[in-house]
């Protein structure tokens, strides 16, 4: 087969696929905005596009988002049609919609099966708009239409779309019907193989101190510290966590820009407005046991799971992070707020422990329940592992899913344009 991968920041949640599908002598080739020049990685040709023309200005404030995926689609097609006139004819493409990129490629390649990663459909209900009213300002009426049109980009992408994959139920669930009609649940998978637990793992600290499995380490982790993923719920709780654990090292992982929902104050981050927010709360001699990490190399993300006595995590009901699954590879207790997405993988008592979204006090009791009980502690981690083997291992069990997929959708016949 010819594959034609498009992502914005390539290789994303196909790290796994295209190399895989390179190395089964298939031509894989990707269109991204993450590479300046050609390259070869790991198999795959990874070909730039660049964004062809700037934003309108004064534009209706409802339009600016489709805007931004437009002028990305407008962008990948001319690059796409570039490739085309050089010859290639893909048999089968495969993109994330949710930067536009992929919106125009049915009319350039009408004769290619297209399988589109549907990760999320915007709403109203039961999801992340409108959950933490502290930071949206949710209004029915306006913001229905706002999603509405948000949502043109879904729509545009469900109309050229053979098959549909979706790493979770809870996501896939987001979708409307004639969506979930064509989306397989599939997970991006994970390495359990290289996520797992290491009783003689040690994790060093900047001034020096090296922590093992007889230190009593609580981690949060975040790609970037915000509300999303409940960051503020984390600190808030934090004075009283520290006070009721005197021996606890507090472990934070997370970068200070914004990935998700609002932006902080100009020139602030979410970061520091929350230790600003706590810091008097708190002795010196307790805030030397809270470390901020940043963002560490992966092989030290592991090491910090492996070590964690207790892994706090929060979410508003949106996309699951694949750290969650991998804290469960690696063994971790988890605390997590009873969020949809959790629910689905995280079973109170089982799994994991869970605590309502906003309550601070119930996130310290059920984190100093886990630290009380080295008996709860291993079974807790034994059976969040068990099932990300079980249900999320890349290997055993997602690649193959996802091959098979691949091989399904190449036998598909493709939809006709529609005009």
Known sequence: MKILFIHQNFPGQFK????????????????????????????????????????SQGLHPWLVDFETKLLRGESCFVAARKLKAEGFEPDVIVAHPGWGESMFLRDLWPNARIGLYFELYYSNNDNDVG??????????????????????NNMMHQQIADRGICPTEFQASSFPEEYRQIIDVIHDGIDTDVVRPNPDVRFSLSDGTVLDRGDEVITFVNRNLEPYRGYHVFMRALPELLKARPDARVLIVGGDEVSYGARPPKGQTWKQIFIDEVRGRIPTKDWERVHFLGRIPYDQFLRLLQISKAHVYLTYPFVLSWSLIEAMAAGAPIVASDTAPLKEVIRHGETGRLFPFFDGARLVEEVCTVLDSAEMREALGRNARRLAVDTYDLQGVCLPRQLDWIDRLFEMSPRPVRT
Request: charged share 25%.
């Open 16 to 55: 796994h696929l295209a190399p895989t599908l390179a190395e089964k002598g298939h031509e894989v080739v990707c269109l991204t905005l993450r590479v300046k020049e050609p390259s070869l990685w790991k198999g795959v040709q990874v070909l730039p596009y660049s964004i062809q023309r700037k934003p």
């Open 131 to 152: 959950f933490d009213s502290e930071f949206s300002k949710f209004d029915q009426q306006t913001d229905t239409i706002r999603l509405r049109l948000k949502n043109l």
